[in-house]
C-alpha cells in the first residue's frame, strides 16, 4: 500500500479515489454528499453501525463520524469525522463497525476495541463502555508456549465480536448463541475459538445483529467412496427400487425417522467440492472429525415435546434444533398421523400462528419472548401446538425443509448424477438438488417454481412444500416413490455414470492457491427466528451449521443485516434470506427462511451491503460504471404524512450514479455509504470494463457449461468411447477454464474495493495460469473438431439443440437464420478464445495511464503483447484444425480410421502429383501425406507410416543428375523423392525440416513471452533422441528403442528393448551396441533373468564384463564375440550357501583352458593347475582342507600318471596314480621318521593299500636326518611360476596396443593409458560418490607421463617409482589393474583351503615372477630404465645419509658393493606389490615355521623372566658395555639389580617395528637402525670411540631380540631371506641379517644352566 511505489501518474489520480459519499437510508430518492473534513486522505474502507461510521484511510489512520456516545455523551452527533489518535502508529489495515461498537487490525494482527461493551462485545470485562481503543489479547491456549493469534479479519454484530485468523479459524466474544461457542456463561470476554469450525478454512466471516455467518472453503477431495447403501443411523436402505407390472420405481428419498440423518456433515460426503487445505497445512483429521461427529449428534439430538415451559436454549446439554423427540413420548404414534394431522389443520390457522409469531413482534423483544418464539412450548395454546408441529416436522423432513426441490421430472437426472458422480449425499435429503457444483439449476425451472409460489402468503412450511414435491404427500413417512421410470431409462442411467464425471470443474490446486476459492460453503449459527440462518427453519443454532442450500452456488461474499443475509455467488446473483418485513430480500417470495435468488435489473451484482432493515446491490450497467440498487424501507414525506411502504424489487438510486465510479458501499442502522473514485485518465473505467466483462463472460461460460455442456454429456450414442473421451477431456478443460475465469472475476471484484494497484492484477502477476489454460483448452477444442466431433454431436444433440434455438444463438451471440447446428457448437467452444483479445486490449489500455518510462507501463505493455501473441498462435492452432479435418472429409475411409488421431494435424500433401518416389513403377500410386508427426507413404491399399522424430531429409545435389531429389532416411529405409520443381522440392524440405524439427522438440505450444510466436529453426538436428520400434530389421525385429541417433542409427546412449522381454541399455554405435552398457535376459523357466552388465564391441560383448546367470552362478572377467574369452572369475553353487565353488583362470571361447584355480568348497579340495576344454588336463597341484597335498600329472579331471601325495604327518608318496587319491603301479612310500618301502602299490589313499615291496629303514646305519628327502623336490611335478596367469598379463599388453609381451609402439602405448584414464573417469564423473577425492588426486597426477632427456639418473628411477605406486593405486590403470587382478588370483590360490605350508615355496615363487612379468612391463613403457642388475651411478652431489656409527660411510637407502644404485625388480615393484600380497603370504610362512617357532617363543618367554642385569650377565655381555644409568619415562636412573626391561629399550622398541613393514628392504632397514641404537646407547656409556668386533657385538644383539619379543621372528627371518634383493647379501645390511639369523638359531638351541 505504500503510495510512495506509485509512479506519478498514478499519484496524480489518487487525490481522485476513495471519496466518501453519505446519505440517510429508507427512501430511494436521495442525494448523497460528500463527508466534510477529509481533505483529501483516500479512504480504503469504512464501516457503519446504528448511529455511527469508520473510515480507514491509505496511510492506516482511523476515523470515527456520527454519534459516538462512548466518548462525546449520549445526544451528541459528530459530523466530521475524528482521528481515533490512540490507533497512531499502529498501521490499520482492517476495521469493522457493530451496532454500537467498533474494531480495529493492525498490520501485525493486533485486535483493537472500543465502544459499547454492555455485552462484553469489546472482550473488557466488568466495563460497560471502551471509550478508547483497547488491546484485545487472543492466545491460543492449545499450543504451549502460549501464541498470540495473528487476525486478519473483524465482524461485528450488536452483541458479539468474531475475528478471522491467520490460520483461518474463526475467535469470538461478546454474549449469546450467535457466539457459536460452547458455553453458557455469558458475556465471554476472553476470545475463544470457535470448535466447531475449527481445521476448515474459513474465508470470511459477517455478524448480523443476533447471527453469525461464515465462508467455509470446501474439503478437499477425499477419494471416493462408495455411496453407503444403508442410512447410518436406522440401517434402512437409502434407495429402493419397486418392481411394477410394466416398469420399475427408483427412489431415494429415504427419511431417517430419528430426525436430521448426520451423514450430511460428515467431512467424507464432501466428495463434490476440492480445495486446497488450509493455508497451515491442517486439514480435517479423524480425531476432528470425529469430535465433529459427536457435536452433529448433539446437535440434531430433538428437543422433548413435552418439556416444560421454553426449553431453554441455555441449559448445557447442548440440544437444539430438533423435533419429534426420541427419548420423550412424541405427539403422534407414527408419523404419518401427524402428517396427516397438519395437513389437515387449515391453512388460515396455521397462517395466523406463524405470521402471530413472526411479524407482530416489536422490533427487539426481550431474550424471553425470543425464546419462546423459537422454540416449541408445552402444547397448551394452539398456537405453541401448531409451532411445535410445524417446528416437530420441520426438523423431521431435515434441515432443508423449505429448501426448492426439483418435482418429479428431474428425479431421473438426480439419480443418474446419484450414481455418475456419486457426489449426492445420503440421509436427510431427499427431492434437493444434486449438489455437484453446478448443481442442474436453469432459470426456467427456477422461473416456474417460483410463479407457482406467487400469490401463495401462506408462510407454511408444510403447505408449500405439499404443493411443490409430488412425493411431498408419502414425504414424512415411507420412502416416496419419485416418477415412475422404465427399465429402458434404467440402462440410461448406469451408462451415464462415465459421462457426467467430466463436469465437476477439475481441481487446479495452483490456482486455488493464488486466486479466491469458489468452492465454498456457507455456515450460520445464532438466533434464527426471522429465519436469518437460511435452515428452513426458525429455530437458534448454537454452533455453526451449513447452509445446505448453497452447496455449489460458489458463493464469494457474505453480507449480514440486522435480520437478513446476502449471499453473493461468481455468477454475480444475489440468494437472500431472513426477515422480509420491509422487503429488504429484493424478492417478495415466501417462505423466506432459506435462501432465493433477489430480483435485481442490473447486469451483475458484484457487490452487497446490508443494512439494518435494507440492502445494498452494487451491480454493473451498460457503460461499465456500477449502477446501486436499493430495496428496503420506503419512506416518503408528502403532504407530511409518513408513509411507511416497502420497495417491490430493488430500485436503481439514480443519484448514486451520478457521483463517480463506486468502488464499495456500505450499509448500517439510519446511514449508507458510498467509496467513489474519480475517473482519471480512464484508469478506474478500464479496471471497471475488465472486471464487468470478466464476470459476464463467466456468465456465459457457466450458462454454456450448465445448459448446453451438461446435456449434451448426458446424451446417448455419442459415438464411441473415443470420441466420448474427447468429449470429457474437453468439458473438463473448458471447466476448468470457466472456474479460472470466475474466479478471476471474483477476484477483480475483490480488487476493485482495494488499493487497485495495476501491477497487483491477477492477469498480470499470474498471468501463466491464464495462459496455460487456455492453451490447453485450446489444444482438447482443437483435438475434438479435428476427429470431427461436432459433426458427430450435431446428431444426437439435434433433437435438444433445436428445441434451445433462442438460448443457443443467444449464447453464441450469432443472429443469422438458418445457422448449422455444427456452426454454432462451433461457435459456442470456439468463443472463449475471443476474449484474450480483450485481455490485451485492456491492459494497453491500463498501460496508457502511466508513463512510457515507468516499469507499469513496460509490465502492461509486455503482458499484453503475451496475450496478443498467445491469441494469434490459438488461431493459427483452430485454422490447422479446420485444414485438418477438410483434408480429412476428403480423404479415402479406409485409412483415415486408422490414421486420424486427435492429435494429428495436417502439414501438406502431394495429391497434385508435385511429389513422387524414384524408380517408381509405371502404374504405381505414391501419395506422400506430411503431418505434424509423421510422414505418411500411401499407395493403393496400403499405407506406410514413418514418425518424424527419426526422419532425415537432405536436399541431394544436383550433378548426381538426381533434379529435384530429396533423400528421406529412416532408421530401416531409405529413399528418394522427386518433386516437379525446384520450388515444390524447397517447400517440401521447408515443410518436412519445420515438421521435424517441431516433432522433436515437443509441441510446446506456449509461446515465449515477448517473442512474435516460435522462430523455427531452419534445419533439425542429425544427432537427436527418439523413440523407435523396429519393424523389419532381423536382429532388432519388433524391439522398442528410446535414445540418441544419429543420421537414422542409433548412435549414443539409449535403451532397447526386445519383444520377448530382452534389454540392452547403454552405448550404441553406428546402429549397435558398442562401448558400456547392460543387458538382461529373462529365463523362462527360472522365472528369473540373465544380467550382463560391461563392454561391447560391434553388437557383441566384448573386453570386460560381470554376467550374472538366472542359475545363481556369477561370471567376472573378459568376453569377446558373446563368449568368455581371457581372464575370468565364476562363482557357482547354490545362491543359498554363502560360499560357493570359484574358478579364477583362463578361458578359451567359452571354455576353461590354460591356468587357473578351481576351488571346491564343498569337497574342501583346491586345484591349481592346467585345464583344456573345461577339464583339469596337465599338470597340477591339489590341497586339501584335511592337508592332504598333491602335486602331478592330471588327465579328464583325474589324478592319473606320475605324482608326489604328502599327508598331514609328512607321509610321502612318490609314483604312478590312475584316479583321484588312488594309487596304481610303481612307486616309493616315505614315512616320517625316514623308512621307505618300494614296490607295487594299488588302492585309495586312507582305506587301506596294497603292497608288493622292499621296506627300508636308513637311519640307523646314517646319520640322522631332519627331513626326508622327497620334501626339498615339491614343486618340480607343479605348473611353472612363469606359466601361471599368462592370460592377466597378455590381457595388460593388449590393453597397451601389444599384440605379445613386448612387441609394439611405446608411444602408442601411453596414448592408450591416457584414453583408458579419461573413459573411466568420464564414466565416473555421473557418479562422483565411486571416486574419493584421494582418488581423483591420483588420477589428476597421472594425466603427466614422466619425461627423461639425457643420462638415467637416481632422480629419473625415484620418479619411475613414484608414477608406479600411484599407478597401481587405481584399478583404472592398465598396470593398476594388471596388480588388482594379481592380487585378487593370490587370495583365490593361497586362502583358505589354499593356506597349507606345502604350498610356500610355490607361493614365493610366484611371487618371483610377478616381479620378473611386470618388470618387462615397466621397461616397455620406460625404456630408459636399465635391466635387472644393473647399476646407476650416484650423482657427485651424494644425497646427505645417516652416519653410520659402525662404519664410517654414508649411507643412501641401502649398501651396494661397488658405489651405485642397483636397479632391480624387487627394489622397483616390492613396494608396490608386496604390502597387497602379504597377509597369504606371511600366513603361510608362519604355518611353514610353526614347530620352530614355539620352540624359540617357549625360551623367549623363560628367559625374559630374568631382570636386565641378570640376563646381561647369561648372555656374556661384556660389562662394559651394560649400561650404568638408564631413561625410565624421562628421568635417568641407576640401573639396579631388580631393574626390567630399561636397559637398550630404544634398541628393542626400533626392532619390535619389524612386524609392521612389509618389505624385505624395510625389515632390512630396521635391522640396521637397531645395530645403530645399540652403538648409541654403548657410546653414551664408553664416551669414548670404538669398533664393534663380532663377538662383542652378538651377546648385546642377542639381548635386544630376546627384550623384543617377536612372536613371528622366525617367519619375518624366511621372509626376508626368500626375497631379499640378491646384490644385497654381501654388504653391511647383508651381514647384520645374517645375525639375526643366528641369533634366532641360537635362541632356539638356547640351554638353560
Known amino acids: 500500500m505504500d503510495s510512495q511505489e506509485r509512479s506519478s501518474e498514478e499519484a496524480e489520480g489518487a487525490k481522485e479515489r476513495g471519496l466518501v459519499y453519505v446519505w440517510k437510508a429508507g427512501s430511494c430518492s436521495v442525494t448523497p454528499e460528500r463527508l466534510p473534513g477529509l481533505s483529501g486522505k483516500t479512504v480504503l474502507q469504512a464501516a457503519l453501525g446504528i448511529h455511527h461510521g469508520l473510515l480507514l484511510t491509505e496511510g492506516g489512520e482511523v476515523y470515527s463520524f456520527g454519534k459516538l456516545p462512548w466518548r462525546s455523551g449520549p445526544e451528541e452527533c459528530v459530523n466530521s469525522p475524528v482521528l481515533e489518535s490512540t490507533l497512531l502508529g499502529h498501521r490499520i489495515i482492517t476495521v469493522a463497525a457493530g451496532s454500537f461498537h467498533n474494531g480495529a487490525v493492525t498490520e501485525s494482527g493486533v485486535v483493537y476495541m472500543w465502544g459499547d461493551n454492555s455485552a462484553g462485545q469489546c472482550a473488557a470485562a466488568n466495563q460497560p463502555c471502551v471509550p478508547q481503543p483497547q488491546l484485545v489479547s487472543i492466545c491460543d491456549s492449545e499450543t504451549s508456549p502460549l501464541l498470540s493469534v495473528r487476525i486478519l479479519q473483524l465482524a461485528c454484530g450488536e452483541e458479539h465480536t468474531l475475528a478471522l485468523s491467520l490460520s483461518r479459524e474463526i475467535w469470538a466474544w461478546g454474549s449469546g448463541c450467535q457466539l457459536g461457542l460452547i458455553t453458557t456463561t455469558f458475556p465471554v470476554t476472553k476470545p475463544q475459538k470457535v470448535e466447531h469450525l475449527a481445521g476448515r478454512v474459513v474465508l470470511q466471516i459477517a455478524c448480523g445483529a443476533y447471527h453469525s455467518l461464515a465462508l467455509v472453503q470446501c474439503l478437499p477431495v477425499q477419494e471416493m467412496k462408495p455411496i453407503p447403501e444403508r442410512c447410518n443411523h436406522c440401517s434402512q436402505p437409502l434407495i429402493t427400487m419397486t418392481d411394477k407390472e410394466d416398469h420399475v420405481i427408483i427412489s431415494d428419498s429415504h427419511c431417517c425417522p430419528l430426525g436430521v440423518a448426520l451423514s450430511d456433515n460428515q467431512p467424507e460426503n464432501h466428495i463434490f467440492c476440492p480445495s486446497s487445505d488450509t493455508p497451515g497445512g491442517k486439514s480435517v483429521t479423524a480425531g476432528q472429525s470425529e469430535n465433529c461427529q459427536k457435536q452433529l449428534v448433539e446437535q440434531h439430538r430433538l428437543v422433548d415435546l413435552e418439556s416444560d415451559g421454553p426449553s431453554g436454549l441455555s441449559s448445557s446439554d447442548g440440544r437444539e434444533d430438533s423435533g419429534i423427540s426420541s427419548s420423550g413420548n412424541t405427539l403422534f404414534s407414527d408419523k404419518k398421523e401427524g402428517k396427516e394431522y397438519l395437513i389437515g389443520l387449515s391453512d388460515n390457522s396455521l397462517n395466523e400462528s406463524l405470521n402471530k409469531n413472526i411479524s407482530t413482534e416489536p422490533e427487539q423483544p426481550s431474550q424471553e419472548e425470543q425464546l419462546s418464539a423459537c422454540i416449541p412450548g408445552p402444547p397448551g395454546s394452539s398456537t405453541s401446538t401448531l409451532n411445535s408441529l410445524v417446528a416437530s416436522c420441520a426438523s423431521a423432513v431435515g434441515v432443508r425443509v423449505a429448501a426448492t426441490y426439483e418435482a418429479g421430472a428431474l428425479s431421473l437426472k438426480k439419480v443418474m448424477n446419484f450414481y455418475g458422480t456419486s457426489s449426492s449425499e445420503p440421509g436427510s435429503q431427499s427431492g434437493s438438488r444434486s449438489p455437484g457444483p453446478e448443481a442442474l439449476k436453469d432459470s426456467r425451472e427456477e422461473q416456474v417454481r417460483l410463479e407457482s409460489m406467487q400469490g401463495k402468503k401462506s408462510s407454511s412450511l408444510v403447505d408449500i412444500r405439499e404443493e411443490e414435491s409430488e412425493g411431498g404427500s408419502r414425504r414424512l413417512s415411507l420412502p416416496g416413490l419419485l416418477s415412475q421410470v422404465s427399465p429402458r431409462l434404467l440402462r440410461k ?84 434470506w431472513g426477515s422480509n418485513i420491509s422487503g429488504q430480500l429484493g424478492h417478495l417470495n415466501s417462505p423466506t427462511t432459506v435462501p432465493r435468488l433477489a430480483k435485481v435489473c442490473g447486469d451483475g451484482i458484484w457487490t452487497t451491503a446490508a443494512g439494518l432493515d435494507y440492502s445494498l446491490f452494487l451491480a454493473d450497467e451498460k457503460d461499465f460504471q456500477p449502477g446501486l440498487y436499493y430495496c428496503g424501507q420506503e419512506t416518503s414525506t408528502e403532504n407530511n404524512l409518513n408513509e411507511n411502504s416497502c420497495t417491490k424489487s430493488p430500485v436503481l438510486l439514480v443519484a448514486c450514479s451520478k457521483i463517480g465510479y463506486i468502488s464499495n458501499v456500505i450499509a448500517g442502522g439510519d446511514n449508507c455509504l458510498a467509496l467513489v473514485d474519480k475517473n482519471v485518465m480512464g484508469y478506474i473505467a478500464s479496471l471497471h470494463e475488465l472486471a464487468a466483462t470478466e464476470r459476464r463472460f463467466y456468465f456465459r461460460l457457466s450458462e454454456i457449461k450448465s445448459q448446453v455442456l451438461r446435456p449434451l454429456l448426458g446424451l446417448d450414442n455419442l459415438g464411441n468411447a473415443n470420441t466420448i473421451q474427447l468429449l470429457q477431456e474437453m468439458a473438463s478443460r473448458f471447466s476448468k477454464l470457466c472456474y479460472l475465469i470466475g474466479q478471476h472475476g471474483a477476484s477483480l471484484s475483490s480488487f476493485l474495493h482495494g488499493v487497485k494497484e495495476a501491477r497487483s492484477l491477477a492477469i498480470l502477476k499470474h498471468s501463466s495460469l491464464f495462459l496455460d489454460s487456455y492453451t490447453e483448452y485450446c489444444t482438447s477444442v482443437t483435438n475434438f473438431l479435428v476427429m470431427g466431433g461436432f459433426m458427430l454431436l450435431a446428431k444426437p444433440a439435434m433433437d435438444f439443440l433445436s428445441k434451445n434455438q433462442e438460448l443457443l444463438q443467444k449464447l453464441s451471440e450469432k443472429n443469422e437464420e438458418n445457422l448449422q447446428l455444427v456452426e454454432v457448437l462451433n461457435a459456442l467452444f470456439f468463443m472463449p478464445f475471443g476474449r484474450l483479445h480483450n485481455y490485451a486490449r485492456t491492459l494497453l489500455k491500463l498501460a496508457t495511464c502511466f508513463e512510457v518510462a515507468s516499469p507499469e507501463y513496460q509490465k502492461l505493455q509486455d503482458s499484453s503483447s503475451c496475450y496478443e501473441n498467445l491469441a494469434v498462435h490459438l488461431s493459427r492452432k483452430m485454422k490447422e484444425a479446420e485444414y485438418t479435418l477438410g483434408f480429412w472429409k476428403t480423404f479415402p475411409g479406409k485409412m483415415t480410421d486408422s490414421l486420424r488421431k486427435p492429435e494429428r494435424r495436417l502439414i501438406c500433401e502431394s495429391s497434385n502429383r508435385a511429389l513422387s518416389l524414384q524408380h517408381a513403377g509405371r502404374f504405381s500410386v505414391n501419395w506422400f501425406i506430411l503431418f505434424n508427426d509423421a510422414l505418411v507413404h500411401a499407395q493403393f491399399s496400403t499405407h506406410h507410416i514413418f514418425p518424424l522424430s527419426t526422419l532425415w531429409v537432405e536436399a541431394l545435389s544436383e550433378e548426381a543428375g538426381n533434379v529435384n531429389g530429396l533423400k528421406i532416411t529412416t532408421p530401416e529405409e531409405q529413399f528418394v523423392l522427386v518433386s516437379s520443381t525446384p520450388q515444390e522440392k524447397t517447400k517440401w524440405l521447408r515443410a518436412i525440416s519445420q515438421a521435424v524439427d517441431q516433432a522433436l522438440r515437443g509441441t510446446s505450444d506456449m509461446i515465449l513471452y515477448g517473442a512474435g510466436g516460435n522462430v523455427p529453426r531452419q534445419e533439425p538436428p542429425i544427432s537427436r533422441s527418439a523413440k523407435y520400434t523396429f519393424y523389419k530389421d532381423p536382429r532388432f525385429k519388433d524391439a522398442v528403442y528410446d535414445g540418441r541417433w544419429l543420421s537414422g542409427k542409433p548412435h549414443g546412449r539409449g535403451i532397447l528393448k526386445w519383444a520377448d522381454g530382452r534389454m540392452y541399455s547403454g552405448t550404441f554405435r553406428t546402429g549397435l551396441e558398442d562401448g558400456y552398457g547392460e543387458y538382461r535376459v529373462p529365463n523362462k523357466a527360472l522365472n528369473k533373468e540373465d544380467h550382463y552388465v560391461g563392454y561391447w564391441k560391434e553388437g557383441k560383448m566384448c573386453g570386460h564384463g560381470v554376467y550374472s546367470y538366472a542359475t545363481g552362478e556369477v561370471y567376472e572377467g573378459c568376453f569377446q564375440d558373446n563368449m568368455r574369452h581371457g581372464h575370468g572369475l565364476l562363482r557357482s553353487g547354490k545362491l543359498t550357501s554363502s560360499s560357493p565353488s570359484m574358478f579364477i583362470g583362463q578361458w578359451i571361447m567359452d571354455k576353461k583352458s590354460g591356468y587357473g584355480v578351481f576351488d571346491d568348497i564343498t569337497r574342501g579340495e583346491k586345484y591349481m593347475g592346467m585345464w583344456q576344454d573345461d577339464v583339469c588336463q596337465g599338470n597340477g597341484v591339489v590341497v586339501t582342507q584335511f592337508g592332504l597335498y598333491y602335486e602331478g600329472a592330471f588327465s579328464s579331471n583325474k589324478m592319473m600318471g606320475t605324482g608326489i601325495l604328502l599327508s598331514e604327518d609328512d607321509t610321502v608318496y612318490e609314483g604312478e596314480f590312475s584316479d583321484n587319491w588312488t594309487l596304481s603301479g610303481k612307486g616309493t612310500l616315505t614315512l616320517p621318521n625316514g623308512d621307505y618301502i618300494e614296490g607295487l602299490f594299488s588302492g585309495e589313499w586312507g582305506s587301506g593299500i596294497k603292497i608288493t615291496g622292499t621296506y627300508f629303514k636308513p637311519s640307523l646305519y646314517e646319520n640322522e636326518k631332519d627331513k626326508p628327502k622327497a620334501l626339498r623336490k615339491l614343486g618340480i611335478l607343479a605348473v611353472s611360476p612363469d606359466e601361471k596367469w599368462k592370460a592377466v598379463f597378455e590381457e595388460c599388453w593388449n590393453q597397451l596396443g601389444c599384440e605379445s609381451p613386448g612387441q609394439g609402439d611405446r608411444w602408442k602405448a601411453w596414448d592408450n593409458i591416457a584414453v583408458a584414464l579419461t573413459t573411466n573417469r568420464r564414466q565416473h564423473k555421473d557418479s562422483p560418490e565411486l571416486l574419493s577425492r584421494s582418488h581423483t588426486q591420483t588420477l589428476e597426477s597421472l594425466e603427466f607421463i614422466p619425461q627423461h632427456i639425457g643420462a638415467f639418473t637416481l632422480e629419473k628411477y625415484e620418479n619411475i617409482k613414484k608414477y608406479l605406486i600411484k599407478a597401481c593405486d587405481t584399478p583404472l590403470h592398465p598396470l593398476g589393474k594388471l596388480v588388482e587382478t594379481l592380487v585378487a588370483v593370490y587370495r583365490m590360490t593361497y586362502v583358505g583351503v589354499g593356506a597349507n605350508r606345502r604350498l610356500l615355496q610355490e607361493a614365493v615363487r610366484e611371487i618371483k615372477s610377478y616381479l620378473k612379468r611386470i618388470f618387462q612391463l615397466v621397461r616397455f613403457l620406460f625404456p630408459d630404465l636399465p635391466e635387472e642388475g644393473s647399476t646407476i651411478p650416484f650423482l657427485t652431489t651424494e644425497p646427505k645419509g645417516r652416519r653410520s656409527f659402525c662404519s664410517g660411510k654414508s649411507d643412501s637407502r641401502s649398501e651396494s658393493p661397488e658405489p651405485g644404485y642397483v636397479v632391480t625388480s624387487f627394489g622397483l615393484l616390492l613396494p608396490v606389490l608386496l604390502p597387497r600380497l602379504y597377509p597369504p603370504l606371511f600366513m603361510l610362512y608362519a604355518l611353514d615355521n610353526e614347530r620352530e617357532e614355539d620352540i624359540y617363543w617357549e625360551c623367549v618367554l623363560r628367559l625374559n623372566k630374568q631382570t636386565d642385569l641378570a640376563l646381561l650377565s647369561f648372555l656374556g655381555v661384556q660389562a662394559k658395555f651394560w649400561p650404568g644409568t638408564v631413561s625410565i619415562l624421562g628421568e635417568s636412573r641407576k640401573v639396579s639389580s631388580n631393574t626390567k626391561d630399561a636397559c637398550f629399550a630404544s634398541a628393542v622398541e626400533c626392532l619390535q617395528q619389524i612386524s609392521t613393514t612389509f618389505t624385505p628392504a624395510d625389515k632390512l632397514k630396521v635391522i640396521q637402525q637397531t645395530f645403530e641404537e645399540i652403538s648409541q646407547s654403548v657410546l653414551e656409556t664408553l664416551q669414548e670411540d670404538f669398533l664393534w668386533s663380532m663377538d662383542d657385538l652378538f651377546p648385546v644383539f642377542l639381548y635386544v631380540v630376546l627384550r623384543a619379543r617377536i612372536r613371528n621372528l622366525g617367519s619375518e627371518v624366511h621372509l626376508i631371506e626368500d626375497l631379499m634383493d640378491p646384490y644385497l647379501q654381501h654388504g653391511e645390511q647383508g651381514i647384520m641379517f645374517t645375525t639375526l639369523k643366528a641369533c634366532y638359531y641360537q635362541i632356539q638351541h638356547e640351554k638353560l644352566t
Not at 469458489?518 to 451449521?545: A, I, N, Y
Not at 445446505?548 to 443485516?561: N, P, Q, R, T
Open 493 to 576: 442411467v448406469g451408462r451415464a455414470k462415465m459421462r457426467t464425471v467430466a463436469l465437476t470443474p477439475t481441481y487446479s490446486g495452483e490456482a486455488d492457491a493464488l486466486l479466491p476459492s469458489l468452492r465454498t460453503e456457507v455456515w450460520s449459527w445464532g438466533k434464527g427466528k426471522e429465519g436469518q440462518l437460511g435452515h428452513g427453519d426458525v429455530l437458534p443454532r448454537l454452533q455453526p451449521l451449513c447452509v445446505k442450500s448453497l452447496d455449489g452456488k460458489e458463493v464469494i461474499h457474505l453480507s449480514a443485516g440486522g435480520h437478513h443475509s446476502l449471499a453473493l455467488t461468481a455468477k454475480s446473483q444475489v440468494y437472500s
